[in-house]
């Protein structure tokens, strides 16, 4: 099929390159001049496991292709997916200005083009309920191309997106008309391994579905965080919880793990556009402002354990943060807890000296000269009196912990993600605070500080 890409940010390139891969003829449109000659040069802006090589493949074959222009890129399509930018205004509605702005640019380029087809606008998009119908309407008024409009959430998740792409639990699409439904059945064929993942619904139900499901594993990880208070109260290991709590096959093991908070670029946006939608339809959503509670509060309950088990006054002293992503194999710092934390340290007069695999030079851009910045995380703890862990790198847990003690002021390690092994942590001498698990509180005492 010929496919057009309105967009090439994360989604969009991330989409675009898999229906390349399974055969589809894809050509994405990027205004951002900058990105644009990137992509035509065959270099992927974004840091994406898999994503890069894909691209090169694909590019190669000419199964995918770049350009700034939408006429060039609609000329030929069946289906166009809208993947641009839902940013939450001041007030937390969603700014819809670049969706109805792009919906309306391909069908003006239609309309020029004399297309005689019906073409088939998805929009991927989160969006509140009601927004696929409004645009429908909106692109009905103001134009005069012929398409029909399908909602078609997006799952991926930063770090395994090409897999979570090609590999999808479900298909979820949202119509109004049953040729839609057979359009999006032909476009996703080689993904679809069982005809019960492949969803119809109304544009609502999709649209709602988004949310619900980002909203109910925010939820999770909330709740395994707020029973992090008590299982450190009475001694409790959380991870053994999780091991209990998840065997339950009515519960499962997924999204149970206990740490500092979420972070990224969707729970947080899409359980706050919950709020709103919830606001829109005339009640107060008490199951979403608990999720938004908890995981601020848990953000700031970690930085706090660093101040209170410091064992010296929190002003002057240098803590090493490892871990700036919101998550591992990625460089996106959106809405990390390592933000919450290190602005937290600063504030209380601490130095801050921070390392990350990939998310460094994002993190610089936002607190400049206010951080000690660390090509390695050794370097970082050496001569600091506490490392604090906010993401989970799993090139943490094999560092030289002997030799990383030796050089710290105090081995002292917070960590805000559970990676490190307690057995490693206690034989080589480190005081450990895991997150709702018992401390390695080892006889060794902190050595002090001269
Ligand atoms: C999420 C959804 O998983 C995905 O379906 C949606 O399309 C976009 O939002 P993403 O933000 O990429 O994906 O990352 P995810 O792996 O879901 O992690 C989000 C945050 O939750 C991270 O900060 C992560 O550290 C945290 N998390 C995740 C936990 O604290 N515990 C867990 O058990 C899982």
Not at 287 to 306: H, Y
Not at 307 to 335: H, S, Y
Request: hydrophobic share 40%.
């Amino acid at each position: 099929m010929d496919v057009a890409i309105i967009g090439c940010g994360y989604v969009g390139l991330v989409t675009g390159t898999c229906l390349a891969a399974i055969g589809h003829t894809v050509k994405g449109v990027e205004k951002d001049p900058r990105k644009l000659k990137s992509l035509q040069d065959g270099h992927c802006p974004i840091f994406e496991p898999g994503l890069q090589e894909l691209l090169n493949e694909n590019y190669a074959s000419g199964q995918i292709q770049f350009t700034g222009n939408v006429k060039d890129a609609v000329r030929d399509a069946e289906v166009v997916f809208l993947c641009v930018g839902t940013p939450p205004k001041p007030d937390g509605t969603v700014d819809m200005s670049y969706l109805e702005g792009a919906g309306k640019e391909v069908c003006d380029a239609l309309a020029e083009l004399k297309s005689e087809y019906l073409v088939t606008i998805i929009v991927k998009s989160t969006v509140p309920a009601g927004t696929n119908r409004k645009l429908y309407n909106f692109l009905r008024e103001q134009t005069k191309a012929y398409v029909q409009v399908v909602s078609n959430p997006e799952f991926l998740k930063e770090g395994t997106a090409v897999q979570d792409c090609l590999n999808p639990d479900r298909i979820v699409v949202g119509g109004e008309s049953p040729e839609a439904f057979r359009m999006m059945r032909r476009l996703y064929d080689p993904l679809i391994k069982r005809e019960e993942n492949f969803l119809t619904m109304n544009w609502e139900s999709a649209e709602l579905t988004k949310y619900a499901a980002n909203s109910m594993l925010a939820a999770r990880i909330s709740f395994m965080n707020e029973m992090t208070i008590l299982c450190e109260h009475y001694g409790a290991d959380i991870e053994d919880l999780r091991k209990g709590m998840g065997s339950d096959t009515r519960i499962g093991p997924a999204f149970l793990r206990a740490g500092c908070g979420y972070g990224g670029s969707c729970f947080p946006k899409d359980v706050a556009a919950m709020e709103h939608i919830s606001k829109a339809a005339g009640y107060t959503n008490l199951f979403v402002d608990a999720i938004q509670t908890v995981n601020s509060n848990q953000k700031r309950r970690f930085a706090e354990k660093i101040v209170q088990k410091l064992g010296r006054p929190i002003e002057g002293a240098t803590i090493a943060v490892w871990g700036l992503a919101f998550k591992a194999d990625t460089d996106d710092i959106r809405e990390s807890a390592a933000i919450d934390v290190i602005r937290y340290l600063l504030d209380k007069g601490a130095i801050v000296r921070a390392h990350d695999y990939k998310g460094m030079e994002h993190m610089k851009a936002l607190f400049k000269d206010e951080v000690e910045w660390c090509g390695d995380p050794v370097t970082a703890a050496a001569g600091a009196d506490a490392v604090a862990i906010t993401t989970d790198w799993p090139q943490y847990t094999t560092l030289p912990f002997r030799k990383i003690a030796a050089t710290m002021n105090t081995p002292l390690i917070f960590d805000g993600r559970n990676c490190l092994h307690r057995d490693v942590m206690r034989e080589n001498g480190f005081q450990y605070y895991p997150m709702g698990r018992p401390p390695v509180e080892n006889k060794l005492r902190l050595k002090q500080k001269v």
